[in-house]
């Protein structure tokens, strides 16, 4: 059976090459349940491996012939090997975290093959502090970085004694009769319609982005004056802005949300906006040290979800975040209280721009914001136009309280994310039980020595607490 692929997945799938992976990953860190024995990790591999049956997302891979008249498709795998997807692997000594997220960042680089559905998972043992480790990464023409959070979640319980919790790709309950209609109503559709679909959608995008004329008049305005706001025109070129190779290098940490929260209230600040301040100081360090950091303020990109525009909050909560603030991120700053104030105020602009706006006019403004950024790549004008931004930095919220597999805590989570061509450094952050993740993935070879940065955002941590005086 086959189905159409909407053109959002189309589009993520046709941009990726061998230089530009685009899946998105995950690092979940696990303690063992009191008692377990030597051979838990290989019962939890099992348990991984061994469902019962797998839910229809993780069945299904593209597909383009001449049966589908060109188009890319959906198509279910016959022939599908869950131990190509599930696998076990260990670490070497002295098994340290630096050994998971080097071999993380390996794993991270290799593309998903589209003749198998576009996912994997690794559980990984050989911590010495006794802790379980698993790596899944998931092509972002399946779900978004959300979605993949949330899939994990709903796997999760608060009960550290509820057993016989399914794997993520396991089915968990039998689709309702409507449901079941519907998917084969999908399955069965005419091929033929799915370029009509795409140009439907295109044309409902440009008739409500027609009635947008003031806030589209006003934002553009302010990208002509390098006054960013929802539209970034350039931004200064970095060693970031280059083109990029298919290595990737992860690093990741934590910091405990009150203690960021703190500095925030102290400066009439959001949480997020401190997250942002934090890789900003930590960016200006790191490329000073390099002798590349450049006069003017780097530009991050911000997405946002759609929600964006009813609370004017910038929030990856309820839904695909298809939005995006262009913010200056003060790097030209030296005090780490000016940076703050700075990205304070380009993110309220950003937002009030949004707010503005009605959530389709919203993606018809990211998609004007994202063109200077993937038109160049594509048309081989890397270098020659200035780029609209330098890099990626989102927040995406998770659970406030601890939650368990099957009797095994979770300890910590980490996002991987997507690096793309003339953007080398995606700074990706989750909150999770009272701690804020950091998960930095950067190109190999364009980004050296990241690890850095997670040294960097722990000064800044406290440069920020200095500066409001807590």
């Not at 899946?23 to 009191?34: A, I, M, S, W």
């Not at 970085?145 to 968990?172: F, H, Y």
């Not at 005090?335 to 993110?347: F, Q, T, V």
């Amino acid at each position: 059976m086959v189905s159409p692929i909407d053109p959002t997945s189309t589009a993520f799938l046709l941009a990726e090459n061998r230089n530009q992976p685009m899946h998105v990953g995950g690092l979940q860190l696990f303690e063992k349940p009191e008692g377990a024995g030597r051979d838990y990790v290989r019962q939890m591999f099992e348990e991984m491996r061994d469902v019962d049956a797998i839910a229809p997302l993780f069945l299904k891979h593209p597909k383009r012939s001449v049966r589908t008249a060109g188009q890319l498709v959906w198509e279910n795998d016959d022939e599908f090997d869950i131990e190509h997807h599930v696998r076990h692997s260990a670490l070497p000594r002295p098994g340290r975290v630096r050994e998971l997220l080097e071999l993380c960042g390996r794993l991270h680089s290799t593309r998903l093959a589209w003749e198998r559905p576009l996912w994997e998972a690794h559980v990984i043992e050989g911590l010495r502090d006794g802790r379980v480790a698993m790596y899944t990464k998931t092509h972002h023409a399946l779900v978004d970085g959300i979605s993949a959070m949330r899939l994990i979640q709903s796997v999760l319980s608060t009960d550290p004694d509820k057993r016989g919790m399914p794997a993520p790709w396991g089915v968990r309950a039998a689709p309702a009769r409507a449901a079941l209609a519907e998917e084969k109503a999908q399955e069965q559709r005419d091929l033929a319609q799915v370029p009509i679909q795409a140009l439907r959608t295109a044309f409902g995008i440009t008739a409500e982005a027609a009635g947008m004329p003031g806030a589209f008049v006003r934002t553009l305005n302010k990208g002509i004056r390098n006054e960013t706001s929802a539209l970034s025109l350039f931004a200064p070129r970095t060693m970031f802005n280059r083109s990029i190779t298919g290595s990737r290098r992860f690093a990741a940490q934590d910091w405990p949300i009150e203690r960021l929260r703190a500095i925030g209230k102290a400066s009439g600040a959001t949480l997020n906006d401190v997250v942002l301040a934090m890789c900003s100081g930590a960016v200006r360090t790191y490329l000073l040290e390099l002798d590349a950091l450049p006069d003017t303020p780097l530009v991050a990109m911000v997405p946002v979800g759609l929600n964006a525009k009813q609370s004017q909050i910038a929030s990856a909560e309820g839904g695909n975040a298809v939005g995006a603030v262009m913010c200056k991120l003060g790097t030209d700053l030296a005090d780490p209280g000016d940076r703050l104030a700075a990205i304070h105020r380009s993110m309220r602009e950003g937002k009030e721009a949004l707010s503005s706006m009605t959530p389709i006019q919203i993606m018809a403004m990211s998609a004007l914001g994202q063109a200077p950024a993937i038109l160049p790549p594509l048309l081989k004008m890397q270098g020659i136009v200035r780029p609209p931004y330098n890099l990626i930095i989102s927040n995406v919220p998770g659970p406030r309280t601890t939650h368990y597999w099957n009797g095994a805590k979770l300890v910590g989570q980490y996002p991987l994310s997507i690096p793309i061509n003339g953007m080398a450094l995606n700074i990706t952050c989750t909150s999770y039980d009272g701690q804020m993740a950091f998960g930095l993935t950067g190109c190999r070879r364009t980004v050296p020595h990241l690890q850095r940065l997670l040294t960097h955002l722990d000064e800044e941590v406290v440069a920020l607490e200095q500066a409001a005086g807590v």
